[in-house]
């Protein structure tokens, strides 16, 4: 199970059995948000992670923002997640 908590004023954690496996920054402006970060650590992608994060981070701001290359996307789509290819 994924656990989404704050991070301080401006971060949220994601972490799996008590180990924090990803992080999402962001910095407020009244109902909005802009995305500065999001990672996951290795062995924890394509597991849902950075999906949890920006459920909760959709759900608790009106307006997400995110700039990634130059490109900017507004309440930035949340990918079905893959499966994990097998070992």
Same mark, same amino acid.
């Given at each position: 199970?994924?656990?989404? $908590?704050?991070? !301080?004023?401006?971060? =949220? ?10 992080? =999402? ?9 802009? =995305?500065?970060?999001?990672? $996951? ?6 597991? !849902? ?7 909760? *981070? ?7 923002? @995110? $700039?990634?290359? !130059?490109?900017? @996307?507004?309440?930035?789509? *949340?990918? $079905? ?7």
């Amino acid at each position: 199970m994924i656990d989404v $908590v704050p991070w !301080g004023e401006h971060a =949220l954690s994601a972490c799996i059995d008590g180990q924090q496996v990803a992080m =999402l920054d962001f910095s407020p402006c009244g109902g909005e948000a802009t =995305l500065n970060m999001l990672f $996951v650590k290795p062995p924890f992608r394509h597991r !849902g992670v950075a999906r949890a994060l920006m459920r909760e *981070i959709q759900r608790r701001y009106a307006q997400v923002r @995110w $700039v990634n290359r !130059g490109r900017e @996307w507004t309440r930035p789509t *949340i990918r $079905v997640a893959r499966p994990v290819p097998a070992a």
